[in-house]
């Protein structure tokens, strides 16, 4: 299977809802970073984790390399979150390299 | 936060001719990391550098050639352009301890 395993691939809500998104991995992942590409296509950094979470706003992530796992939590949804989120994962060995997931695209209506 | 930028940032070429995608960065990052982003396989790495005269292959290097003449610039190069290679572009920069990675605009290319 893939590497990155992300979910849902689309997502729709409502303004002022919650919701995750979740990327699953194959295998043990040094760190994990999660983007948000905006309607002109720029790839914006929204975490950097190397365990744990962190928070930003009505952001929160999560991850947990023991189980393999990251989430992303989006709170009070906002029409200016629509765009696709992507996570990667740092692997590391003879090549420190990021292995993307195939995103989310997220809409969100008024 | 890095300042990765990339030009042209739009580019349209003849197939069979030569292709350069150029990118610099102005933080001082010892890695530089060429992407391209397709519908179905999301970012996939073509070349990457560890510093000024070294360029490693990633996944998809085939058809691709890079150049890392300085610490700030990094240049893709499609010396025989087909079809297939046709994709937005991303150049990234990153280093130090935390691996975070910072991306450029992006370019988007199509090949006739």
């Known amino acids: 299977g893939m590497p990155v395993e992300q979910n849902p691939p689309a997502l729709s809500l409502y303004e002022g809802a919650d919701s995750g998104l979740r990327c699953n991995f194959s295998t043990t992942m040094k760190s994990v970073q999660w983007f948000q590409q905006n309607h002109r296509g720029r790839l914006i950094t929204l975490f950097y984790?190397?365990?744990g979470t962190k928070e930003n706003g009505r952001l929160k992530s999560t991850f947990n390399s023991k189980e393999r796992y990251s989430t992303l939590h989006i709170k009070d949804a906002q029409l200016e979150d629509s765009g696709t989120y992507f996570c990667?994962?740092?692997?590391?060995?003879?090549?420190?390299?990021?292995?993307f997931g195939l995103g989310t695209t997220l809409q969100v209506q008024p | 936060e890095a300042a990765v930028t990339q030009s042209p940032r739009n580019k349209v070429a003849v197939t069979g001719g030569k292709v350069t995608l150029s990118c610099n960065q102005t933080?001082?990052?010892?890695?530089m990391y060429w992407y391209r982003q397709d519908t179905g396989h999301g970012l996939r790495l073509i070349h990457y550098s560890y510093g000024a005269g070294s360029t490693e292959k990633g996944d998809i290097p085939d058809g691709y050639k890079a150049s890392r003449p300085s610490q700030e610039n990094f240049s893709l190069i499609l010396e025989l352009a087909t079809p297939s290679q046709t994709s937005v572009y991303f150049c990234?920069?990153?280093?130090?301890?935390?691996?975070?990675?910072?991306f450029g605009p992006g370019t988007r290319l199509l090949v006739l």
């Open positions: 984790l190397a365990q």
């Open positions: 990667a994962a740092l692997i590391t060995g003879n090549t420190r390299k990021l292995i």
């Open positions: 933080n001082n990052h010892n890695n």
């Open positions: 990234a920069s990153g280093g130090g301890g935390l691996d975070t990675q910072y």
